[in-house]
């Protein structure tokens, strides 16, 4: 199974950075699809960023030109670097991995960004 690590939360002040690590397991992780959600309470989660095994990306409107998706197939870790963070951030943040069909979720890493 491919198992999922999330770090690099906590509680930042609004226009702060955050960079989040996701360390992924798999003897072939540059096939996956990587993505990045949140869920702040009382809404849905939502799809933050994704990244291929192909190099494309995507990203929520509410974060264009605040965050980056990227990913380390050496170290099997795909990361999200977050700048300019904002109140309405403020979310549990979970790492996804499309591995052949199968969906795998890490168990989330809480972002507050608060004054």
């Known amino acids: 199974q491919v198992q999922l690590v999330e770090s690099g939360g906590g509680l930042v002040q609004p226009g702060g950075s955050l960079r989040l690590s996701c360390a992924t397991s798999g003897r072939v992780f540059r096939f996956y699809t990587m993505g990045w959600y949140r869920q702040a309470p009382g809404k849905q989660r939502e799809l933050v960023a994704a990244?291929?095994?192909?190099?494309?990306?995507n990203y929520a409107d509410s974060v264009k030109g605040r965050f980056t998706i990227s990913r380390d197939n050496a170290k099997n870790t795909v990361y999200l670097q977050m700048n300019s963070l904002k109140p309405e951030d403020t979310a549990v943040y979970y790492c996804n991995a499309d591995a052949f069909g199968h969906d795998y979720w890490g168990q989330g890493t809480q972002v507050t960004v608060s004054s």
């Open positions: 990244f291929t095994s192909v190099g494309s990306t």
